[in-house]
């Protein structure tokens, strides 16, 4: 079993900077995958990125590309989101995931935590 828990979210300007983070527990979590999805306010949820177990293979949607990058820390068993250039398009509920089952299901999410980009 896993438990995620995000933090870092908040209130932001447009063209600033947030790091979000998901602590997990359980002593498995360097075996897992990782990644980060996120929701809107009246839109589908969106796949943002993922990191192998390793952090040696990272996989960024398309649409933050350049702007975020995942990474992670084994030893204190957290994945980080750190995301540039903030647009109010990024304005959502992030999402911490980890074990992929493939076809965009994963078996842990952890509750989220809201970013908000004003403009």
């Known amino acids: 079993q896993v438990q995620l828990v995000e933090s870092g979210g908040g209130l932001a300007q447009a063209g600033g900077s947030l790091r979000l983070s998901c602590a997990a527990s359980g002593r498995t979590f360097s075996s897992y995958a990782m990644g980060w999805f996120r929701q809107a306010p009246g839109k589908e949820r969106e796949f943002v990125a993922r990191?192998?177990?390793?952090?040696?293979?990272?996989i960024y949607a398309d649409s933050v590309k350049g702007r975020f990058t995942i990474s992670r820390d084994n030893a204190k068993n957290t994945v980080y989101l750190q995301i540039n250039s903030l647009k109010p398009e990024d304005t959502a509920v992030y999402c911490c995931?980890?074990?992929?089952?493939?076809?965009?299901?994963?078996?842990?999410w952890g509750q989220g935590t809201q970013v908000t980009v004003s403009s």
């Open positions: 990191i192998s177990w390793s952090g040696g293979v990272t």
């Open positions: 995931v980890a074990g992929p089952l493939g076809g965009g299901r994963w078996s842990y």
